[in-house]
């Protein structure tokens, strides 16, 4: 035994020897690191930014969020001046644009990234909105914006609707059905709530803004403004698709039926009109509910979400991508990888409501099994998960946001009676094809 205390004195006289000669050093902290985000809303939720840096202290998330254009405006400027952050979100309305200059990012396919072992994990088409023309992979997806429809039971009770999800679905398996719900549901407004709208501009009705309908109806085509025709860019064909048509004229049907209270989205007075029940409804993709979460907390218990007229539809969702010129790739690509993985992408769901683009995860009952207390104990996690198998892949065209922004403003003019829908439609297709050919 007396060996055995001696040889362990040794031993500790040795290392300390080691250590005072730098022989052996202790093992150093990770170097500090600020990753640049820029992004817009909460494609990067406040969750994950906390527990990220739980599980890497060394790690700073500085994000810059922007509005929807102005942010991918900024994000192509940077990439000509070669000042980039280092992790930049592209809405998919943008990503027809972005997969034609794969050189602005870095090819996820090859290493150190190797993201093609990951790909069996998401929905394809969600994928492939992330890949460029000539094959690099340059996003990953974040999330589906797949639609549904958010009502209010208690305004619906009100009115002698039914509130039941099911039967509330009934009400419209057509876009026509749902604008004659929107009529009778209007024809029991109090008889102080019509003439609000002249006294106080304060319009009730059963949609929020009519005007949202029109994405939800060309979504759920198999084909939007570009055809692919097996090109880079792809063949316009916003003039001749019979869907951009039904969209425009389903649209116009709705504001001429007097449906909707004309408040633009995301403003004030929308998120009064949200908390004050001005309106009964909102076309709502998988991330609006945090956003009425967020904006009227005191309506909890209030919605539901039924299905949305017409099988699946889509708006929204993004791609996270490395630029080639960023400044700290390996730190990017370790939070991104982290960040888009099944397993956080599951708990952004029930904490924020942005549906997984993880398709691995639609199997999962963790997901399908998941109801929200504030949606009225809504199954959320089956409903969205059911809309998001019925969705057809759209081939996004280089300038398909230029498009959107110019058939919204035609229809605007409709809204508040500056055109008819014909004269608006006509201006529209000129006015694109001065723009985009």
């Known amino acids: ?87 930049a979100a592209v809405e998919v309305s943008y990503s027809g644009y972005f997969r034609s200059y794969p050189s602005y990012f870095e090819d996820l396919r090859k290493a150190p990234y190797n993201a093609g072992t990951i790909e069996k994990d998401y929905l394809d088409w969600r994928w492939d909105q992330g890949v460029g023309y000539d094959g690099t992979v340059f ?16 305004l619906f009770k009100q009115k002698g609707l039914p509130t039941d999800r099911k039967a509330v679905s009934a009400l419209w398996p057509t876009w026509e059905k749902f ?30 803004n009519a005007g949202t309908i029109y994405n939800a109806v060309l979504n ?47 403003t004030s007075d ?23 979460k967020q904006q009227a907390p005191k309506t909890k218990g209030k919605w539901d979400i039924a299905d949305l007229p017409g099988g699946g539809g889509n708006l929204g969702g993004s791609q996270l991508t490395i630029p080639k010129s960023a400044k700290n790739k390996t730190a990017a690509w370790e939070f991104m990888s982290w960040y888009l993985a099944p397993a956080q992408q599951l708990t952004i769901f029930k904490k924020y409501g942005l549906f997984p683009s993880a398709s ?5 009952a963790a997901l399908k099994n998941y109801k929200d207390p504030f949606f009225n104990n809504a199954p959320v996690g089956a409903i969205y998960t059911a809309g998001a198998l019925q969705l057809k892949p759209i081939f996004e065209g280089k300038k398909q946001r230029a498009i959107d922004n110019i058939f919204g403003q035609a229809l605007s003019r409709v809204a508040i009676g500056k055109q008819t829908p014909a004269a608006a439609w006509q201006q529209a297709l000129s006015e694109i094809k001065k723009s985009v050919g």
């Open 1 to 87: 035994m007396k060996v055995i205390r001696n040889l362990k004195r040794i031993s500790a006289l040795l290392l300390t020897v080691f250590v005072t000669l730098g022989l052996v050093q202790p093992a150093k902290a990770a170097t500090p690191v600020t990753i640049t985000i820029w992004s817009f809303g909460n494609v990067i939720e406040p969750w994950a930014i906390t527990e990220y840096k739980k599980l890497h202290p060394e790690v700073t998330l500085q994000i810059k969020k922007g509005e929807l254009d102005a942010h991918h405006q900024s994000l192509i400027t940077a990439f000509l001046a070669k000042k980039t952050p280092d992790i």
């Open 139 to 154: 996003g990953l997806p974040t999330d589906v914006g797949g639609m549904q429809v958010a009502y209010r039971v208690d």
């Open 179 to 208: 604008i004659s719900t929107g009529q009778k549901y209007n024809s029991k407004l109090t008889a102080a709530e019509k003439t609000s709208c002249t006294k106080k501009k304060i319009c009730y009705g059963f949609i929020d």
């Open 220 to 266: 759920q085509a198999s084909a939007k403004y570009y055809e692919n025709n097996n090109t880079k860019d792809g063949k316009l064909i916003y003039s001749t698709n019979p869907a951009v048509k039904k969209a425009f004229d389903t649209t116009t049907k709705a504001l001429k039926a007097n449906i909707g209270t004309r408040i633009n989205s995301f």
């Open 270 to 292: 929308w998120n009064v009109g949200m908390n004050n029940g001005i309106f009964a409804t909102i076309l709502a993709p998988a991330w609006m509910m945090d956003y009425i």
């Open 360 to 364: 691995s995860l639609y199997d999962d």
